[in-house]
């Protein structure tokens, strides 16, 4: 069957990961991880988003919000709000656990990788999911009125200013997950997962080296459309996009990946787009809520790789 390198970043991309990893054993795919969301917060090493896919794989997701642990409760965040403490970004109790730990495996000189190793093999993950960097990169998001951290515009702000550009700090000097590149050495596809291009996936591609050793692979590269309709299934592509006087289309997701795709996989919604782009395309019910959802286009995804290979 080969090896696969899923590129994801939040929610969307969780979803499709889920799916995947009903299909392929753990030693068939690696998914590779944004950190560009992480910060520090109450003094804690928090990753957003390589937890959102640690609690999918591990069954433990909130699966109201697609985030958060599952059977949360909220005593600390609100006695930490009795002491007028910064209670925007919502640490529930069983949360902490994890944070503390990564916090902790941090603080004795371990990597970002074998923390994230350390916490998914305790809660049962036994595929392998990594940060796209050991080294630190961190999303700013450009506004009218200045700059903000990402999680200020994310969660504290709910994407309301309006965005006129991206930066990556550190990521010039950032290095590409060792794992990422033994990976792409023999690899039979590079999946980008329904991800928000702009603060999800970029962050990633932009490490320096990391498009060469994509493209040195030889193999596909297959992105599944985060816009379906116009819409953004979830987070604030569609909205992004708008901002940047950008089309909010498939379409446009596909431009912005340009010459590093082989295939792009659109919803049904977008049909209409299928044969019409200067790139492969394929059409797939692409909206997941249920696991079956996701295992359906998990398959589809797979599907359209065989042929691009064929």
Not at 258 to 275: C, P, S
Request: glycine share 10%.
């Amino acid at each position: 069957m080969g090896r696969y390198l899923a590129i994801t970043g939040g929610v969307g991309g969780a979803k499709l990961a889920l799916g995947l990893s009903k299909l392929l054993g753990p030693d068939d795919v690696l998914f590779a991880v944004n950190t560009g969301d992480d910060f520090e917060h109450l003094g804690f090493d928090i990753s957003p988003d390589v937890d959102t896919l640690t609690y999918t794989l591990a069954d433990e997701v909130n699966q109201d919000t697609g985030w958060g642990r599952a059977g949360e409760s909220w005593q600390f965040i609100d006695a930490l709000a009795q002491f007028g403490g910064e209670t925007w970004f919502r640490l529930g109790d069983r949360d902490l656990a994890l944070h503390v730990t990564r916090t902790r495996l941090l603080a004795e000189g371990r990597t970002l990788t074998e923390a994230t190793r350390t916490i998914t093999r305790a809660l049962g993950i036994w595929h392998t999911l990594v940060p796209m960097s050991d080294d630190s990169v961190r999303t700013i998001v450009h506004t009218p009125d200045g700059p903000l951290a990402f999680q200020h515009y994310f969660v504290r702000d709910r994407c309301e200013p309006a965005v006129t550009g991206f930066e990556f700090q550190g990521i010039d000097d950032a290095v590409p997950n060792p794992e990422i590149l033994a990976c792409l050495r023999d690899c039979n596809a590079v999946i980008i997962c329904p991800s928000n291009p702009f603060v999800s996936v970029d962050p990633m591609l932009d490490i320096p080296g990391m498009r060469d050793a994509i493209r040195a692979s030889g193999a596909p590269v297959v992105a599944v459309s985060p816009i379906v309709g116009g819409l953004a299934i979830k987070g604030p592509t569609a909205k992004m996009m708008k901002e940047l006087d950008v089309p909010a289309t498939a379409e446009q997701v596909a431009t912005h990946y340009g010459d590093l795709l082989t295939g792009f996989l659109l919803d049904e919604q977008d049909a209409g787009l299928h044969g019409a782009l200067p790139v492969t395309t394929s059409v797939a019910h692409s909206v997941m809520h249920t696991l079956e959802d996701k295992i359906q286009l998990a398959r589809a995804t797979l599907r359209f790789v065989d042929t691009l290979k064929a």
